[in-house]
């Protein structure tokens, strides 16, 4: 049953909608969780999750264009629909994919020339490690345009009321992902290289597939067609998202301030593993955040919509109902955090030292998922609404004035401990913010409260 952006969303009907969502998010964090798996218990084992976990924030970097426009453009196109001006909507669209594929051509031929330097500003001193950054780095570069449009789709799917079929995709990518890795990996036993080739390949239909779709004639509310630069749409898509933008790009900043904090505290030799128990926790941390990102994502052009439209009382149903699942799922994912650590971390094959600091690591940072959702949410809320200056705002503080203050000054104090901590507190720091915002705008935007 197709659900319109346009009807009134029970808990049942909101949960379905942004299912798909959420499932899409959590495979697209897949691509690194399973890399990290397969290498760890493959030939190149340590070196090899230590070298893709120091280079892969120079993806998350990259992927964050892809996450900006489609988010941001989203929440645009579906304001428009709202409005009523579909022909408008589907050329904004189409500008939006078309600057999206140009942006990914240019950093996939630029990267090339740039990733040997890179992968040593990032902490690759081991000459092997090095090697396999370079490597790993080489070949996903090759294959970011298709990355960046995947991500962009993300929010499109959504917006083109075709949820299941993005679901579909990127799940379909997800599963060629470690269908290849367990081939490549495992079977022919190519370490870091196999697991760069399946990440690749499954980037590239994950990308390619969603521009076939689009371009021809379906069922869906948008379609790729001739169009033109419209400057005011492009910039106001960049600001809308640019939260998106800025919450990935500095954590890309803040995994690499953890790695290097991490081999200061430990040392040169011990950091390597240090470096290797961040990895999982990474792993393991960017697959629950990537379930709150979904929703956010999957309800983010409905709130877009409904403002568009002037529809406030289904505003005020969506921003409760919102909430209320953020803090459900956020207790619900702190439970089970605690409770499958220790399985979950002894997939990787690391040796009793090194299982033991990642588990306590881990134990400590879960502490994050009790109320990180409603950062994440509120956050997408102010996207959708077509303020991007505060939604960058939240985001801005969050991962880069309090998570990088706290990685920098904690482990002063605390130690490793304070590694683990930092996010805790900075979240916990930007949630004041975001509340504020919150209560400070609720009259201009009518999320809550009553008519006037």
Known sequence: MRIQLSEHFTYKKLLVF???????????????????????????????????????????????????????GSALVSKTLGEGDKELANKYFSMLVYITMGIGIVIAVAGQF???????????TDEKIYKLCVLYGRILLATQPFFILQNIFQSFFVTAEKPRLGLITTASAGILNIVLDAVLVSGCG??????????????????????IYFSVKNSSLLRLTKTKFYGKAFIKSCTNGSSEFFSNVASAVVVMLYNFQIQAILGEELGKSGVAAYGAIGYIGMVFFAIFMGYAVGSAPLMAYNYGAGNKAEMRNLFKKSLIIMGVAGLTMLA?????????????????????????????????????????YISSLFTALNNGLVSALVSFLRTIVFQVTAVMTLPLFMGLDGVWTAGIVSDFLALIVAVAFVIALHKKYGYYGKDK
Not at 190 to 211: D, M
Not at 346 to 372: C, N, P, S, T
């Open 114 to 124: 740039v990733v040997e330097p890179v992968a040593r500003l990032l902490g690759a």
């Open 336 to 376: 089970l955090s605690e409770a499958l650590a220790a399985p979950v971390i002894g997939m990787f094959g690391y040796d009793e030292a090194l299982f033991k600091m990642a588990l306590r690591g881990f134990r400590i940072y879960a502490a994050v998922f009790a109320f990180v959702g409603f950062n994440v």
């Open 190 to 211: 190519l370490g870091l290289l196999g697991a760069a080739i399946a990440t690749g390949a499954s980037q590239v239909f994950g990308g390619l597939f969603p521009i």
């Open 18 to 72: 942004v299912l798909p969502s959420i499932v899409m998010m959590v495979f697209t964090s897949v691509y690194s969780v399973v890399d990290g798996l397969f290498v760890s218990n493959s030939v190149d084992g340590e070196a090899g999750i230590t070298a893709i976990n120091l280079i892969y924030p120079l993806f998350m970097v990259f992927g964050s264009i892809g996450f900006m426009i489609g988010a941001g």
